[in-house]
């Protein structure tokens, strides 16, 4: 079994920064593509960035400029910088990643999700 853990979030205004870390423990060969997905209040998730296991990343076009993913292999992490922080930005945000437990054996995983407040 896997487990990820969010963090970094919290109250920022608006123009502000700051950076999210999921961390993920378990039963772990490898680990494929992690990403970064958000849901505002009344809104479907949706996905901010991902990157894959060589280091290929795609963001939304919301955030292109503004959010940078990367990763840690050695240490299972996942980070989401997020600059120029604008009110829209407000969402719990939750870290997904693709893991093999065993050799070719991948399973998706998800994380209990960090709120991010921006205020205007």
């Known amino acids: 079994q896997v487990q990820l853990v969010e963090s970094g979030g919290g109250l920022v205004q608006a123009g502000g920064s700051l950076i999210l870390s999921c961390a993920a423990s378990?039963?772990?060969?490898?680990?494929?593509?992690m990403g970064w997905y958000r849901q505002a209040p009344g809104k479907q998730r949706e996905l901010v960035a991902e990157?894959?296991?060589?280091?290929?990343?795609i963001n939304a076009d919301s955030v292109n400029g503004r959010f940078t993913i990367s990763r840690a292999n050695a240490k299972n992490i996942v980070y989401l910088q997020m600059n120029s922080l604008k009110f829209e930005a407000t969402a719990v945000y939750y870290c997904?990643?693709?893991?093999?437990?065993?050799?070719?054996?991948?399973?998706?995983?998800w994380g209990l999700g960090t709120q991010v407040t921006v205020s205007s």
């Open positions: 990157i894959s296991s060589g280091g290929s990343s």
């Open positions: 997904r990643m693709v893991v093999a437990g065993t050799p070719g054996r991948f399973s998706e995983y």
């Open positions: 378990g039963t772990i060969f490898s680990i494929n593509n």
